[in-house]
C-alpha cells in the first residue's frame, strides 16, 4: 500500500486524529479527537476537489438528484472545534443551513458515506481550516454597515443593539427608537448575512410607546442614562419587559441624577 508522510497528509487533507495544533498567535494547542472523513473504512477515501482529486464524476460524486438526497453544499476535510469536541469532518449544508456533521461521498462506491455528494453539489474545501461557532457581539452601536465587514472577518455572526445609522443618539446609545426607526433597520438588515437583533428605546414612564416598539420587532429595550434612567422609568420599562417577553438592558446610571442602578 502506497503511503504518505504525516506532514504531506495534513498539508493535503487536513489534521487528523492524534494530531495537535496551536490556534493562531496564542498559546492554546488543540489535539483531533476523532476523525469522521474514515467512516469509509480508513484513509485513502477522503474526498477532495481539484484537478486529478476525488470530487469527480462517478468517483467521490454519486448520480444521486437532490430530491433523492444529495446537499446543497459540502465543506470538506473541516476541523470542527466546538463544545462537544474536536473533530475532522465534512459538513453537509442544504438549503442554506448545516444538516449533516460526517462522510461526504458516493455511496454508490464507498461505504460509510452518509452526507452524499451529487451533480448539484457545490464543494468548499475547508482543509487547514478551522470550523467553530460564531461569537456574539451584545452591545453595538450600529453606526454603518461596514462595521458588519469587519464583524465577519473577526467572526462574529450575531450583533445585538440598537441606533439608526450616525446620528447624534446612536453615537451615544445603543437604542433604536421608534416603529419608523425599527422598521427601517429590520429593512435595511436583509441586504447583510449577519444575525441582528436591535433593542428599542426603554426610556419612558408609560407603556404605551414601549409596546408600540416592541411590536415593530424588537428584541428588547434599552434604558441608558442620556436619556433618563429614572425610577419610574425603570420600573415601567421591566413590567412591559415582562409583559411582552423580551429582555432589559439598563445602562448604569453614572450621572447619579437618580441614584445609582
Not at 442614562?225 to 409583559?243: K, Q
Request: charged share 20%.
Amino acid at each position: 500500500m502506497a503511503t504518505i508522510s504525516r506532514r504531506a497528509y495534513a498539508e493535503m487533507f487536513g489534521p487528523t486524529v492524534g494530531d495537535r495544533l496551536r490556534l493562531a498567535d496564542t498559546g492554546l494547542v488543540v489535539e483531533v479527537e476523532d476523525d469522521y472523513t474514515l467512516r469509509a473504512g480508513g484513509y485513502g477515501e477522503e474526498v477532495k476537489f481539484g484537478g486529478g482529486k476525488t470530487i469527480r464524476d462517478g468517483m467521490a460524486q454519486s448520480q444521486q438528484t437532490r430530491a433523492a438526497g444529495a446537499v446543497d453544499t459540502v465543506m470538506t476535510n473541516a476541523l470542527i472545534v466546538d463544545h462537544w469536541g474536536i473533530v475532522k469532518a465534512d459538513i453537509g449544508l442544504k438549503d442554506g443551513r448545516i444538516v449533516a456533521i460526517g462522510k461526504a461521498g458516493n455511496p454508490d462506491t464507498q461505504s460509510g458515506v452518509d452526507i452524499v455528494i451529487g451533480p448539484g453539489t457545490e464543494i468548499i474545501s475547508c482543509e487547514g481550516n478551522i470550523v467553530t461557532a460564531g461569537g456574539i457581539d451584545s452591545h453595538i452601536h450600529f453606526i454603518c454597515p461596514q462595521q458588519i465587514d469587519e464583524a465577519l472577518a473577526s467572526g462574529i455572526t450575531t450583533m445585538l443593539g440598537g441606533g439608526t445609522g450616525p446620528a447624534t443618539g446612536t453615537l451615544a446609545t445603543t437604542c433604536t427608537p421608534g416603529a419608523w426607526h425599527i422598521e427601517r433597520m429590520l429593512q435595511a438588515a436583509d441586504a447583510f448575512p449577519m444575525n441582528l437583533g436591535f433593542l428599542g428605546k426603554g426610556n419612558t414612564s408609560l407603556p404605551q410607546a414601549l409596546h408600540e416598539q416592541v411590536e415593530a420587532g424588537v428584541i428588547g429595550l434599552k434604558l441608558h442614562e442620556d436619556w433618563g434612567t429614572t425610577p419610574a422609568a425603570i420600573s415601567n420599562c421591566l413590567d412591559v419587559a415582562e409583559a411582552t417577553d423580551v429582555q432589559v438592558a439598563i445602562h448604569s446610571d453614572t450621572l447619579n441624577e437618580s441614584g445609582f442602578v
